[in-house]
């Protein structure tokens, strides 16, 4: 199957079904022959509870039409990629108090239960049904273990930063680890299963960990938009934050800095600290490095794409999806003050 599409959302109109099919394949092996379907159904249900808001299951399969023309024989990945977020989205939530409430479609605890079969058991099962030899099948469960290792150390990273002594360069390493982690793990496993060299899947393996960061930062932009702000709420230490505190390191007034923390502290129980930290997080300045950070990771995709090359039908779709990560979203949240209104 050769698609030509414009961009990462053209590719997942026409692959979605094969994609579909996959995943319905994957959680009907659930069930034995004597067994009521209690896990496929749970399963299926944290599927409905986690739909992705945006269609990055096709990575796999744009990373694999590069290399070879054809996105088509890497629809099972992109299926474990589903499930795998679906899980640690969960687990995500779980961690931040959130799970599920007695309106959703499952229980917390069957969500529990369900997300480590979407995680872990039905990712392994996909590869091992893959028509391809045993090493590659033992490589590829190997790159899940590594996705999971990898993520959690960011994840658990993550949960215990302090943003008394959080930095810049802090933060990426723990956005390089939970979200960039398990981004390489499926970058890297659609080169091996497309055959790539060894140099290769390497430079897939960086390419999915700095698209990861541009991921991740594109997410925190998408929570203050939003209006969720789950990360205030959360005391998530985020990049814009740490951009907020070396702006306030800057400033003339020595406590501007410890104001920032103050905020960041109170805005997990107050509505006032919130709404001021996050005029903080949007000043001129702040946003202004933020978006300079921004672009820097941008173009270091970029560069890792030119390297590594590929099919050219193809590749443009990849920058495409590099240039909608690396969007400055709150640029836009800037125009009303900056044109006087």
Excluded at 118 to 144: H, K, W
Aim: hydrophobic share 45%.
């Amino acid at each position: 199957m050769v698609v030509n599409c414009i961009t990462y959302v053209d590719l997942h109109r026409h692959v979605a079904p094969d994609i579909q099919a996959e995943l319905e394949a994957a959680v009907s092996t659930l069930t034995p022959a004597s067994g009521a379907g209690a896990a496929r159904s749970a399963v299926s249900r944290l599927l409905r509870h986690q739909k992705m808001r945006h269609p990055l299951s096709v990575l796999p399969m744009m990373v694999h039409a590069i290399e070879t023309g054809q996105p088509g024989p890497a629809a099972p990945l992109a299926a474990v990629h589903v499930l795998w977020w679906t899980s640690a989205c969960y687990l995500d939530d779980l961690a931040d108090g959130h799970g599920t409430t007695s309106s959703d479609c499952i229980g917390r605890d069957e969500a529990l239960l369900a997300s480590t079969l979407s995680g872990t058991v039905l990712p392994v099962r996909i590869v091992r049904s893959l028509p391809v030899p045993a090493a590659l099948q033992v490589a590829l469960t190997a790159e899940i273990a590594t996705g999971w290792a990898v993520g959690a150390e960011g994840q658990l990273t993550d949960i215990d930063a302090d943003a008394e002594y959080a930095t810049r360069n802090s933060v990426i390493e723990t956005y390089r680890g939970k979200s960039g982690g398990p981004y390489s793990m499926i970058t890297a496993m659609a080169a091996l299963l497309a055959g790539a060299s060894d140099e290769r899947v390497e430079l897939w393996r960086e390419f999915g960990y700095i698209f990861g960061i541009l991921w991740q930062l594109f997410n925190d932009q998408e929570d203050i938009l939003s209006g969720r702000n789950e990360d205030l709420l959360n005391g998530t230490v985020t990049y814009l934050l740490t951009c907020a505190l070396d702006d306030a390191a800057d400033a003339p007034t020595a406590r501007a800095r410890e104001d920032v923390l103050g905020l960041c502290a109170a805005a997990r129980r107050c509505a006032q600290a919130r709404e001021e930290l996050s005029g903080r997080l949007l000043a001129p300045d702040v946003l202004a490095r933020f978006a300079a950070d921004l672009d820097g990771f941008r173009v270091e995709a970029h560069r890792l794409l030119t390297v590594l090359g590929g099919d050219e039908r193809h590749l443009p779709v990849m920058r495409h999806l590099v240039d909608h990560s690396a969007r400055m979203l709150l640029r836009a949240r800037l125009a009303p003050a900056a044109a006087g209104v």
